[in-house]
């Protein structure tokens, strides 16, 4: 749960910074976070929650995510660059950051799970 609070003030802190620098694109910074971020929150509550009552699911569920994920983010991305007025440059381009960062934070969770098994 730890690591889900430290994603959502990274990313207000990442969010201030760039309205501060980039007043004009905050709300294509918004929406290129924000799915990410939801996403992100969910899974690494579930990786937890699943690895600490029966690690042998895990896999299962990693799988799962990335199939729903796929699915989402492929909507999600869509439907804000057809059906919105943002700039799809910066939005698509938060939507990467944010992306890559946050999946990077997963997968820092896992190794940090699998490495205090292992000790």
């Not at 990274?10 to 910074?17: F, G, K, P, V, W």
């Not at 294509?28 to 690494?44: D, F, K, W, Y």
């Not at 699911?57 to 699915?71: D, E, N, S, Y």
């Amino acid at each position: 749960m730890k690591s889900a609070l430290y994603m959502t003030v990274a990313c207000a802190l990442s969010l201030a910074l760039s309205a501060a620098v980039a007043p004009g694109i905050v709300a294509e910074i918004v929406a290129g976070m924000a799915a990410p971020l939801v996403v992100a929150i969910a899974t690494t509550v579930a990786i937890e929650r699943v690895y600490r009552l029966n690690p042998r699911r895990l896999t299962p569920l990693m799988i799962k995510a990335f199939g729903t994920k796929m699915v989402l983010f492929g909507g999600y991305v869509g439907a804000v660059v057809t059906l919105t007025a943002l700039n799809p440059i910066p939005f698509v381009l938060s939507f990467c950051v944010y992306f890559i960062g946050l999946h990077m934070t997963e997968a820092w969770l896992l190794r940090s799970l699998f490495a205090d098994a292992n000790s």
